[in-house]
């Protein structure tokens, strides 16, 4: 999954439904590419825990990659990376 823009609450309606569809289809390891991503707010944050918490749920796992040096800062800041991969660019 690849998201564009800024990844903010009214975007995040739509990457959800996206998302949820995917799990529907039964994918149980997600990769979100941030490398088109400028900002993520708390909506942002929030969409991907609880894709992370989703996918657990499954026996599956959420990785994060080519997040912007200040989106892994945000990570790093509120340890999300201790609950899912995330890597830079």
Do not use: C, W, Y
């Amino acid at each position: 999954m690849q998201p564009e823009g800024d990844v903010v609450a009214g975007t995040v309606p739509g990457l959800r439904s996206t998302m949820r569809g995917v799990l529907a289809e039964g994918v149980r390891e997600l990769v979100v590419d941030l490398s088109r991503v400028e900002m993520m707010d708390s909506s942002g944050i929030g969409l991907l825990i609880a894709a992370h918490n989703s996918l657990v749920k499954l026996g599956g796992r959420l990785e994060v990659i080519h997040a912007s040096q200040d989106i892994l800062e945000l990570f790093r800041a509120m340890r999300i990376h201790q609950h899912f991969q995330v890597s830079g660019e």
